[in-house]
């Protein structure tokens, strides 16, 4: 069985054949959100209460947290080592999130998980979000994640101390962009009660994946 793949800014489709096995039935669950919006705590709550998902560890560009591990949260290359896995079309997907700020999916992340047996769940930008879901259709939910307001956020961003002045404000411009987006998702769950929003979550994985509790 074969997946279609398109490489962002080329309009030449690509086959991708998956090897055969418990991974094609694999879905995918997508959580995309504006920086700050709270997506990567629903993210691991989810992951903590069903064993039959396994996080999709994107690549990316930008410089490690205190409290990142390579190889866990993110697999953290240097600009040039991502170029060259463009260049090697190893991305299902890619996007220059921030400038200079590079993200992308490799195609082996998707199916390292899938001959797991695992279903798929990412965190993610909202460009490789509507992307992922453009190509793999029904076989992907897409999540949006939204603050209760762009005020709200930017307050959390700023107790998150990891910004400066410059890099706050640059997420505050792109979370108003990503915000005109959200029609497009499967769902959207607004986060404005973590508790809440966690249970909203949890039961639109559990009804996609049809999990009986």
């Known amino acids: 069985m074969g997946l279609i ?8 489709l690509q086959l991708k054949e998956l ?4 991974h094609t039935e694999g879905k995918l669950i997508i959580f995309s959100a504006p920086s ?3 997506k990567t705590t629903i993210v691991h709550y989810l992951l903590s209460i069903f ?17 990142e591990v390579d190889g866990k949260d993110y697999y953290f290359l240097t600009e040039k080592e991502f170029e060259e896995k463009i ?10 999130v921030y400038k200079g700020r590079f993200y992308g999916t490799l195609h082996s992340e998707i199916k390292r998980l899938w001959n797991q047996g695992k279903h798929v769940i990412f965190d993610i930008d909202v460009k490789g979000g509507l992307n992922l879901k453009k ?11 939204a603050p209760p307001s762009l005020k709200d956020l930017e ?5 998150r101390n990891t910004e400066n002045l410059e890099s706050l404000l640059a997420r505050i411009q792109k979370a108003d962009q990503e915000l005109s987006f959200a029609k497009d998702f499967d769902a959207v769950i607004i986060n404005d009660n973590l508790e809440k929003a966690q249970k909203r979550a949890r039961t639109l994985v559990k009804n996609f ?3 009986k509790e």
């Open 51 to 67: 064993p039959e998902i396994s996080f999709s560890i994107s690549c990316t560009t930008r410089p490690k947290r205190e409290n």
């Open 135 to 145: 190509q793999f259709k029904d076989r992907a939910l897409a999540i949006f994640i």
């Open 19 to 22: 090897l055969p096995g418990k």
């Open 36 to 38: 700050g919006a709270g």
């Open 5 to 12: 793949y398109q490489k962002p800014g080329n309009d030449t």
């Open 87 to 96: 260049k090697n079309n190893e991305f299902i997907e890619h996007e220059e």
């Open 209 to 211: 994946l049809y999990i």
């Open 155 to 159: 307050e959390r961003l700023k107790n």
